[in-house]
């Protein structure tokens, strides 16, 4: 075990992929400098410009070209920089990528990671703080991932570069310099296993990426008070541990799914609405998300806030929910 | 055509107000009062000002993340402007935008935007609008050297040479889009060269000399209101500082580089011009100036820590119309 930051597990774990096999090559603005936030510091001098390639300001074209350099046989990994910015190119990864294996009668595949940083970083306003992780969710062919951890930046990263098709893989702004223990041996983290980060008995609180820190202080203060709340970090929403969601909700009777991205059409909706239908009479309350209004995001500090689900509206929403 | 002494010291002055602004939001920045990210103008005035002072009121103009430059070229109020980066209620987005989304449409600047190239689409859009109007209006999009290498610059520029539209694109090629220098990723030694790919004009002019800039400015103005069409204009610029004012901000380039273009600065070239052969600025004159500046910028700073903060409730206005 070594105590490593998320970007530098990030950053470990491309190059160890980059080492294990010489298709595995990146691609994005700035990386040759390290990237900017410094995901990619130093390997640019390990791998060399080919294989952590410097791109102009074209999104479209990055992610046009990694797509057809996936299925040419290369394993590109692509550089975002903000999932903003992938905007501009979502037509490459929603019309292509995500369909050319299905729509082609399986005759290609399209191995590739997408990364993009998301997520509030303080005053960063309404085209710099996106949290779009649901929409990709919608896409068939496309699997997401978002992890909270050093250690699951390591090892989902790795299980997405080694992947045949396409993975959205968020990485969150205000999470790069969290610092945790890595077991730099440790097998990749396959998709759609849930991470149990707390163990409890009255509620399941269900969260992913930033939010998972954020109700971790939520249940050590309803832990202070006597409820026992079971924090479930789900890492990959696509696919999703529905297994252990079940088996938790089954347990407690009473969930709460929380998220950064807008509530409306969230994955959320999706969580409560597959634990309505599979465990409606073990219910002891309605499910709840917690979750951003449908508005964008404010650069001014007392409207940005506005957004953000707080620990203390997540405790609260929990103590009425186990009270009833 | 003759630039009027007078016109030349607005000129003079519009540049030292970015100028001070800039070099004051930068240390409200770094004290913590400005929050976000700050993209400083610096070095590159001349482009603003002299393209600005050759529009009209209604004309409009579009802006990049490095935007208060633009801004104040095209006539907004600088304690507004200040409110916004304070991030206060009397702002121009009341404090929902920030440093790169300052917009005033009452003077026709549609804002500055956060996603390199976004302006370009939009702004072509503007320009439709103005031939649509038929009163001779004209749209500007300025934009930097990174954003000649995105698609909706390829895609703008083939529209609006196809429908004539009375539009100027001037980048500002300063030579650099964060670390990447244009060398790397710009396929061409001078973007304004792309323009013959759309069969519109193309022209190459010294961004650090506002006069020139004006000129070249005026005569592609003059073409779009006669109906002629676009045009795209390079100015070759520098920025003085690091790419933001992040104090962990990185910069790539080389310090000869920067040392070469801090003694072609665009202020001390009109200030040299105007006490030189001219004759029309003392160093009285030129003190006064600075320091009237100095207090306008004062000013805004007072006005926006006088201000409040949006109350809480204001993140749900502004989403639909009522
Ligand atoms: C679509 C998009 N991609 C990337 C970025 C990140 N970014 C912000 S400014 C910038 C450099 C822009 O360079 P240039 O267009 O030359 O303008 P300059 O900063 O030099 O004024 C980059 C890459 C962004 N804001 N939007």
């Not at chain 1, 597990?9 to 990146?26: H, I, S």
């Not at chain 2, 990447?180 to 790919?197: K, M």
Request: include cysteine; proline fraction near 5%.
């Amino acid at each position: 075990m070594v105590t490593m930051s998320y970007a530098e597990a990030g950053k470990q774990a491309l190059a160890d992929e980059m080492r294990r096999d010489p298709l595995v090559w990146a691609v994005g603005e700035d990386l040759g400098r390290g990237g900017v936030f410094g995901q990619y510091k130093g390997l640019v001098e390990e791998f060399g410009p080919d294989r952590i390639s410097d791109a102009p300001i074209s999104e479209a074209a990055i992610m046009g070209a990694s797509v057809g350099a996936a299925m040419a046989g290369t394993r590109p990994v692509v550089e975002m920089r903000f999932a903003d910015f992938a905007l501009c190119a979502v037509d490459e990864l929603v019309n292509q990528a995500a369909k050319a294996r299905y729509m082609l009668g399986g005759q290609t595949k399209v191995p590739m990671v997408i990364r993009e940083p998301m997520g509030m970083w303080r005053s960063s306003a309404a085209q710099h703080s996106q949290s779009l992780e649901s929409w990709y969710t919608h896409i068939p062919g496309l699997t997401v991932a978002a992890p909270s951890t050093p250690a699951d930046n390591f090892g989902l990263l790795k299980s997405a570069i080694r992947a045949d098709d396409p993975v959205v893989y968020f990485e969150h702004k205000n999470l790069w310099g969290l610092e945790g223990e890595v077991d730099e041996a440790a097998d990749p983290i396959p998709f759609g296993k849930a991470r149990i980060e707390r163990e409890g008995a009255d509620i399941t609180i269900v969260a992913w990426s930033a939010m998972v820190h954020f109700a971790r202080e939520a249940v050590n203060t309803l832990a202070e008070e006597g409820i026992s709340a079971e924090l479930i970090d789900l890492r990959s929403l696509w696919p999703w541990d529905k297994d252990a969601v079940l088996a938790s909700v089954g347990k407690t009777g009473r969930l709460i799914v929380t998220h950064e991205s807008v509530s409306v059409g969230g994955f959320g909706a999706e969580i409560a609405a597959t634990v309505s239908e599979a465990l409606f009479g073990k219910l002891k309350a309605p499910v709840k998300r917690l979750a951003a209004p449908r508005i964008p995001i404010s650069y001014a500090p007392p409207l940005e806030d506005e957004v953000r689900v707080s620990p203390a509206r997540i405790a609260e929403t929990a103590r009425a929910m186990v009270s009833q | 055509m003759e630039i009027t002494p007078e016109k030349q010291r607005e000129m003079l002055r519009l540049m030292q107000t970015i100028r001070r602004f800039e070099e004051r939001a930068s240390d409200d920045y770094v004290a913590g009062d400005i929050h976000g990210v700050v993209h400083c103008y610096i070095g590159e005035e001349a482009v603003a000002v002299g393209v600005c002072s050759a529009l009209e009121r209604e004309d409009r103009i579009i802006s990049t993340h490095r935007g208060h430059g633009h801004c104040v070229a095209k006539g907004a109020d600088l304690n507004r402007m200040m409110a916004e980066l304070y991030g206060r209620e009397t702002g121009y987005c009341k404090g929902k935008g920030g440093s790169m989304h300052i917009a005033d449409f009452n003077i026709g600047m549609l804002g500055a935007n956060g996603i390199v190239c976004g302006g370009l689409s939009i702004i072509t859009g503007a320009g439709l609008a103005a031939q649509m109007e038929g009163k001779g209006g004209v749209a500007v999009c300025f934009f930097g050297d990174g954003a000649s290498s995105a698609g909706p610059f390829h895609e703008a520029m083939n529209i609006a040479a196809n429908w004539k539209l009375p539009v100027l694109y001037v980048v500002e090629n300063n030579l650099w889009a964060m670390d990447t220098s244009a060398a790397e990723a710009v396929s061409v030694a001078d973007i304004a060269t792309r323009a013959a790919g759309y069969g519109i004009p193309g022209v190459i002019v010294d961004g650090n000399d506002v006069l020139e800039v004006h000129r070249v400015a005026s005569e592609a103005v003059a073409r779009a209101r006669a109906g002629e069409g676009p045009t795209l204009i390079e100015c070759k610029t520098y920025r003085h500082r690091r790419h933001t004012e992040r104090p962990t901000q990185s910069d790539a380039r080389p310090p000869e580089e920067i040392a070469a273009w801090m003694k072609k600065d665009p202020i001390d070239r009109l200030v040299a011009h105007l006490q030189g052969q001219q004759g029309q600025l003392n160093e009285a004159e030129w003190g006064a100036m600075n320091d009237e500046i100095m207090n306008e910028v004062e000013r805004a700073v007072e006005f926006a820590k006088a201000s409040a903060f949006p109350k809480p409730e204001a993140a749900l206005d502004d989403v639909f119309a009522d």
